[in-house]
């Protein structure tokens, strides 16, 4: 069964100050992993699709990176208005249609 | 472009009754899921249709849930009925039609918040 583990389950940094959140799984044939952003009261918004080890993506303070078992979201110089919830999901490959398995997410809050 | 429509965005029924959720997904997606979000967890997949057929249905818990997607365009999502463990957000989604090896990303609705008392 697809696993996916996602820590710190929350995590505060000041303004400008750079992490890094970590997204682990286990899964039979990876064929998609995707980070979604979700705010309080609002539906996941969809950031980014890496879909082999050693890719990597950028989207303004965002960075995502891919490895064989896990996948490390960057955030660089936060902003408060970066204050979100993060999910990682993984996507199975055949047989696994184009179900999204997702971990629990981890609760960014950046402050001033 | 017009994103994912859900409606309505809260509801709050006693147990035991029904309530029905509506999706629109975005225009030219093929595929759209149904998805259940309890405080605290990520979305767990209820249903995927793709066009008028479901594609998986294995978490759906079929003797209180049913879902229908007439015409491969909207989609309603029932619960008949309800018990306090469906008070969660149902969220739709809606990707563009699954083929070869790359998964292509869902993009997400706002949400409905059921509160079941």
């Known amino acids: 069964e697809d696993q996916v583990t996602q820590s710190p389950e929350a995590l505060r940094l000041q303004e400008g100050e750079s992490s890094s959140l970590n997204c682990s799984y286990t899964v039979s044939g990876l064929r998609g992993l995707f980070w979604y952003r979700q705010d309080p009261g609002k539906g996941p918004e969809f950031l980014f699709t890496l879909y082999s080890a050693g890719e990597e993506k950028e989207k303004e303070r965002l960075k995502a990176t891919l490895t064989k078992k896990e996948s490390f979201l960057h955030i660089t110089a936060p902003k408060p208005e970066d204050s979100a919830t993060y999910l990682c999901a993984v996507q199975q490959g055949a047989g696994g249609g184009n179900k999204l398995t997702f971990g629990t997410g981890t609760q960014l809050k950046v402050e001033l | 472009e017009a994103g994912v429509a859900q409606s309505p965005r809260y509801k709050i029924i006693e147990k035991r009754q029904s309530v029905a959720f509506w999706c629109n997904p975005i225009?030219?997606?093929?595929?759209l899921y149904w998805y259940q979000q309890i405080l605290g967890q990520g979305p767990k997949l209820l249903i995927q249709f793709q066009n008028n057929g479901v594609v998986d249905d294995s978490q759906l818990p079929k003797d209180r849930f049913s879902a229908e997607r007439l015409k491969g365009v909207d989609s309603t999502l029932k619960i008949q009925p309800a018990k306090l463990e469906d008070s969660a957000v149902y969220l739709c989604?809606?990707?563009?039609?699954?083929?070869?090896?790359?998964?292509?990303?869902?993009?997400f609705g706002p949400g409905t918040r059921l509160t079941v008392l």
């Open positions: 989604a809606s990707s563009l039609e699954s083929s070869g090896w790359r998964g292509y990303e869902q993009f």
């Open positions: 225009s030219g997606h093929a595929t």
